[in-house]
């Protein structure tokens, strides 16, 4: 039976891991993939980037997966200049593709180079199979064709869809200007797949979870150099808050988790990943409050 004592440090133990974690003055955090255009944002987006600023997160980059939310990241970028934007079509969307969808998404880039710095996300998910895996299939080519034209890099969406999406970049590379698979959910021998085609590897607040095994091997093992961290806002919130709304803010729950993992410190991590995503996305040296 635990003692007063034994029960009060166990509660200080917990309210000292839901506090969220500190970096020094110097050091920033990038948010490479977040949603928030989404409705779950709309009644506080300017406190949530207020916090997120407090906290050290520089950058957010905020997803397009269809025509509209590609415009609202575009406008959100243009309002907020901690903000960046992608344009793309979600797998699940490739349905509701136009004849003239893809050259409405390239316009918007050629319009709006400033903000707009990757293309995506695409790619395919076989859980859901919102579209029929063969419409994936052909569009996911014709966005990765398009975002080589357009110079831009690619944020790839893989849910059960390992051996098709490897197939696939491997088919249509090289890609000069890189890419990542966003939310990384395989194991390591994946994770050295993805790594031979030149792209990075997203960490998401998955890895925070206690049946995150492969996630968290990967996190532990793969180049710090490959990496880049996502809160996948507004889902996938990390451990102490797994289960709310996720926000920018709560990457610094992501990046103690992986710090903690290699034994590093949380300011390594975020020097780093941060120097990674900046470098992958020509994300400016300063960004204007």
Known sequence: MATDNEGRKEIHVIKQKAQLPQLTEDTFLIDSHCHLDMDDYACDLELILERARQHHIRTIISIGIDEKSSRQAIALARKYPMVKATVGIHPHDVTNIEPNTLDILAGLVENNRDQVV???????????NYAPPDLQRRFFRAQLSLAKELGLPVIIHDREAHADTLSILREEAPFKHGGVMHCFSGNLAFAGQVLELGFHLSIPGVVTFKNAA?????????????????????FLSPVPRRGKRNEPAFLLYTARMIAELRGISIDEVARQTSANTMALFRLPETITP
Do not use: C, M, N
């Open 214 to 234: 492969d996630l968290q091997e990967t996190a532990r093992l793969a180049p710090l150099t490959s990496l880049l961290l996502e809160t996948d806002g507004p």
């Open 118 to 128: 990757g293309y995506g996300e695409i790619g395919l998910d076989y859980v859901k």
